[in-house]
């Protein structure tokens, strides 16, 4: 069979699988049918929706460029009005900071505790948040996507403390970071670039190691497959056996036909592959939303996902064909609510586009698929065939080394033992990206919270009446973790404050 590339750039969610010969790298994102059909849930927030423009280049002095206004959303209800309460700064990652802010519950929910001002500040290039007047001019070439990059996000959140902090008398306040994906992995990174500006993160599902010869480039797909796995081996086995089946299928236009009618699309399929690569987000995203109650985070899903899928490729009756079967496996993801009518290949609801770019440029975590553990097509991550394919693309070559050598990773306990502090690592090991993380504690302050049961940064939601105690007490000892650093930041500053 075809050899197939299965790609998976993105961090807080978005997945390319990457068919290798023909069809372009960057043709599935994420998908979804429907969008304005499913209802979302969202946590009751209320907030101020501010801008502060922003130098587009922090690090020249270059006076041709123009600046952007950065958005971010701000709720100061709860905040101390001695003007010496935490500020908690969520960071921004790949997407529209609204639909960050409404799944960060967590943070909603103990502002009032810590009589906290929140601050969800948009990541540039997202959202709202695009330089030179609009996404089209933003996004247009290699020169204007320049300005993407986690450095200049960094910079942009710390000019915004700074100027927050000046703008309500607050020098004094501790600020508190928080992010899940990749904005955990800019919220761990801001505490060790900026330590005079944040007395600590949450780095909620960071996978600040899934770079190059950190960790084996196959584990975040063994950790997909072992998801199935472990819910069901017939499962596991009729997804293994589907690629070569689509495979042959594809290999004809009557047998595309057939596929597309299999699976109703909305439009014919040109390809096996663009079938497989929508297959394979699927089950990416649903290891990384396994939640153990119904969510809405990427989709309306039932608790436990995986196994509602599972039982569904398997509850087949006799004689029924493996696509079909897949097909009404994949409805749980894709058409949970019943309400899709046909599905769309491309769909990008959340606006995370621009990690494309990132991820051909700084961004680059190898991922292979290993013949022997996995249950996608093998796969060898090659370096050359990505380069080509970013310089295809947008007309740019990636940096692999660059991360790892700006923010480290390499040896990362021994660094951070000497070096870092006040940072927590949460992880469930049901995430594909726990894998790419920090399992481990390292000091007495970088600290790792391993959930076995946890799924993509389900601490940061907001809590249930479904919460099992595992996660209960998780978020317990974040925030009593929390608490130090802002109580040791009052001492040291001799504030009294009464938490
Ligand atoms: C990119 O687009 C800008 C704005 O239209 C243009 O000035 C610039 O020359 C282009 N750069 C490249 C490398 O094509
Ligand atoms: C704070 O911001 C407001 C408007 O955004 C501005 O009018 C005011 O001058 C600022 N105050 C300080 C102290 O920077
Ligand atoms: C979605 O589910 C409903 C109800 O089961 C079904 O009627 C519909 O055909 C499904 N949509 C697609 C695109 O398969
Ligand atoms: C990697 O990709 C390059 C460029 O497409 C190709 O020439 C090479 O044979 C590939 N290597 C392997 C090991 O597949
Ligand atoms: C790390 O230390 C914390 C206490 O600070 C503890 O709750 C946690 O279980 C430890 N994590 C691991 C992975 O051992």
């Given at each position: 069979?075809?050899?197939?590339?299965?790609?998976?750039?993105?961090?807080?969610?978005?997945?390319?699988?990457?068919?290798?010969?023909?069809?372009?790298?960057?043709?599935?994102?994420?998908?979804?049918?429907?969008?304005?059909?499913?209802?979302?849930?969202?946590?009751?927030?209320?907030?101020?929706?501010?801008?502060?423009?922003?130098?587009?280049?922090?690090?020249?002095?270059?006076?041709?460029?123009?600046?952007?206004?950065?958005?971010?959303?701000?709720?100061?209800?709860?905040?101390?009005?001695?003007?010496?309460?935490?500020?908690?700064?969520?960071?921004?990652?790949?997407?529209?900071?609204?639909?960050?802010?409404?799944?960060?519950?967590?943070?909603?929910?103990?502002?009032?505790?810590?009589?906290?001002?929140?601050?969800?500040?948009?990541?540039?290039?997202?959202?709202?948040?695009?330089?030179?007047?609009?996404?089209?001019?933003?996004?247009?070439?290699?020169?204007?996507?320049?300005?993407?990059?986690?450095?200049?996000?960094?910079?942009?959140?710390?000019?915004?403390?700074?100027?927050?902090?000046?703008?309500?008398?607050?020098?004094?306040?501790?600020?508190?970071?928080?992010?899940?994906?990749?904005?955990?992995?800019?919220?761990?990174?801001?505490?060790?670039?900026?330590?005079?500006?944040?007395?600590?993160?949450?780095?909620?599902?960071?996978?600040?190691?899934?770079?190059?010869?950190?960790?084996?480039?196959?584990?975040?797909?063994?950790?997909?497959?072992?998801?199935?796995?472990?819910?069901?081996?017939?499962?596991?086995?009729?997804?293994?056996?589907?690629?070569?089946?689509?495979?042959?299928?594809?290999?004809?236009?009557?047998?595309?036909?057939?596929?597309?009618?299999?699976?109703?699309?909305?439009?014919?399929?040109?390809?096996?592959?663009?079938?497989?690569g929508w297959l394979s987000s699927a089950y990416s995203y649903l290891a990384m939303v396994n939640y153990p109650y119904p969510s809405?985070?990427?989709?309306?899903?039932?608790?436990?996902?995986?196994?509602?899928?599972?039982?569904?490729?398997?509850?087949?009756?006799?004689?029924?064909?493996?696509?079909?079967?897949?097909?009404?496996?994949?409805?749980?993801?894709?058409?949970?609510?019943?309400?899709?009518?046909?599905?769309?290949?491309?769909?990008?609801?959340?606006?995370?586009?621009?990690?494309?770019?990132?991820?051909?440029?700084?961004?680059?975590?190898?991922?292979?698929?290993?013949?022997?553990?996995?249950?996608?097509?093998?796969?060898?991550?090659?370096?050359?065939?990505?380069?080509?394919?970013?310089?295809?693309?947008?007309?740019?070559?990636?940096?692999?080394?660059?991360?790892?050598?700006?923010?480290?990773?390499?040896?990362?306990?021994?660094?951070?033992?000497?070096?870092?502090?006040?940072?927590?690592?949460?992880?469930?090991?049901?995430?594909?990206?726990?894998?790419?993380?920090?399992?481990?504690?390292?000091?007495?302050?970088?600290?790792?919270?391993?959930?076995?049961?946890?799924?993509?940064?389900?601490?940061?939601?907001?809590?249930?009446?479904?919460?099992?105690?595992?996660?209960?007490?998780?978020?317990?000892?974040?925030?009593?973790?929390?608490?130090?650093?802002?109580?040791?930041?009052?001492?040291?500053?001799?504030?009294?404050?009464?938490?």
């Amino acid at each position: 069979m075809k050899s197939f590339t299965l790609l998976l750039l993105i961090l807080s969610f978005i997945l390319y699988p990457l068919p290798s010969s023909s069809s372009s790298l960057f043709k599935h994102r994420l998908l979804r049918t429907e969008p304005s059909s499913t209802k979302q849930t969202e946590t009751k927030i209320s907030y101020k929706t501010k801008y502060l423009q922003q130098n587009l280049d922090h690090f020249t002095f270059n006076n041709n460029l123009p600046t952007f206004p950065q958005r971010y959303l701000l709720n100061t209800d709860h905040w101390d009005p001695s003007s010496v309460g935490p500020i908690f700064f969520y960071c921004g990652n790949e997407g529209d900071i609204v639909w960050f802010a409404q799944n960060s519950g967590f943070l909603w929910e103990i502002a009032p505790m810590f009589k906290a001002m929140l601050v969800f500040p948009e990541h540039r290039y997202y959202g709202e948040s695009v330089p030179f007047g609009s996404k089209d001019e933003a996004y247009k070439n290699a020169s204007t996507l320049s300005y993407l990059t986690s450095e200049q996000a960094l910079a942009d959140f710390a000019v915004l403390i700074t100027y927050l902090k000046h703008n309500y008398s607050a020098l004094l306040s501790p600020v508190v970071l928080f992010g899940g994906s990749y904005g955990g992995m800019l919220a761990a990174w801001m505490r060790l670039k900026y330590p005079h500006i944040a007395v600590g993160a949450l780095a909620a599902s960071a996978p600040i190691l899934q770079f190059e010869d950190i960790i084996p480039p196959q584990t975040f797909y063994d950790i997909v497959s072992n998801d199935f796995r472990r819910e069901s081996v017939t499962c596991f086995n009729y997804i293994k056996q589907s690629w070569d089946e689509i495979a042959s299928r594809g290999q004809t236009n009557d047998g595309l036909v057939q596929l597309t009618r299999t699976f109703n699309f909305c439009q014919q399929l040109n390809s096996a592959e663009d079938l497989s690569g929508w297959l394979s987000s699927a089950y990416s995203y649903l290891a990384m939303v396994n939640y153990p109650y119904p969510s809405e985070f990427m989709m309306p899903l039932p608790g436990h996902p995986i196994k509602e899928v599972c039982r569904r490729i398997d509850g087949g009756p006799p004689g029924t064909s493996i696509p079909e079967r897949i097909y009404e496996g994949v409805n749980v993801y894709y058409n949970y609510t019943g309400e899709a009518k046909c599905f769309e290949l491309d769909d990008d609801p959340h606006g995370l586009s621009g990690w494309n770019w990132q991820a051909c440029t700084e961004m680059v975590m190898p991922m292979s698929s290993s013949p022997d553990f996995s249950m996608f097509p093998p796969y060898e991550f090659n370096y050359s065939s990505f380069e080509e394919e970013c310089l295809k693309e947008f007309g740019v070559k990636p940096r692999p080394k660059w991360i790892t050598t700006e923010f480290g990773g390499h040896n990362i306990h021994a660094t951070l033992k000497k070096f870092g502090s006040n940072i927590i690592f949460s992880n469930g090991l049901l995430d594909p990206w726990s894998g790419g993380s920090v399992l481990q504690n390292i000091s007495e302050s970088v600290v790792a919270l391993v959930t076995e049961e946890g799924a993509h940064h389900i601490d940061l939601r907001a809590s249930t009446k479904n919460d099992p105690t595992w996660l209960i007490e998780q978020r317990a000892t974040e925030i009593k973790l929390i608490q130090g650093w802002i109580s040791d930041h009052y001492q040291k500053n001799k504030v009294i404050f009464d938490m």
